[in-house]
């Protein structure tokens, strides 16, 4: 591996499983005599990055999960366990962001696309637990109030 893909490699997984699948695809196109399978080797490395943005993307759903019951139950109890679960999603998409920068450009996108569907989702789970909420609106949260340290009702923070 050249000293820019291990570079790569450290920096940015994603990027480097990206260039790396493209890099197997091409090989495969100029017919070396390896014996290797490489298109499914290429699709192999691709997915590692596939799953990553899985993981940021599900960490943000269970984020903008508990900020919307954070802002629309009723409940006093289990908000200390809902900023406990944020605060705890904040952190590992920290680490999954700084192993692959790269995905810091799909935040904002993900909370777009996640949005609806994760507020039907909680006003399900709301009813379920016997709160009167109508269905709840897709939350228009900025990528600053899902990855920073803002939560509803906060008074020093602007509202979503």
């Known amino acids: 591996m050249s000293s820019s893909a291990a570079r790569l490699y450290e920096e940015d997984f994603v990027r480097w499983t990206e260039e790396q ?3 197997l695809r091409d090989a495969a196109k100029v017919g ?10 290429a699709e192999e490395v691709e997915s590692l990055g ?8 599900s960490r943000i759903a269970v984020i903008l999960e508990h900020l919307l019951k954070l802002e629309r ?3 006093a109890d289990p908000r200390r366990g809902c ?6 999603e904040r952190s590992d ?3 999954v962001l700084n192993d692959s920068p790269s995905l810091r450009g799909d935040v904002a996108r993900i909370i777009a696309e996640e949005s609806l569907r994760v507020a039907r989702l909680t006003s399900r789970v709301l009813r379920l637990h016997g709160e009167d909420v109508r269905n709840i609106a ?3 949260y900025t990528e600053e109030q899902v ?6 009702g906060d008074p020093l923070a602007p509202p979503p």
Do not use: C, F, K
């Open 73 to 75: 139950s009723p409940a």
């Open 147 to 152: 990855l920073g340290d803002w939560y509803p």
């Open 83 to 88: 900023m406990e679960t944020i605060t705890r």
């Open 32 to 41: 070396t005599n390896l014996p290797l399978d490489w298109e499914n080797l």
């Open 93 to 95: 998409i920290e680490l």
């Open 50 to 57: 596939r799953s990553q943005r899985h993981e940021l993307r």
């Open 138 to 140: 897709p939350p228009t």
């Open 21 to 23: 699948s493209t890099a």
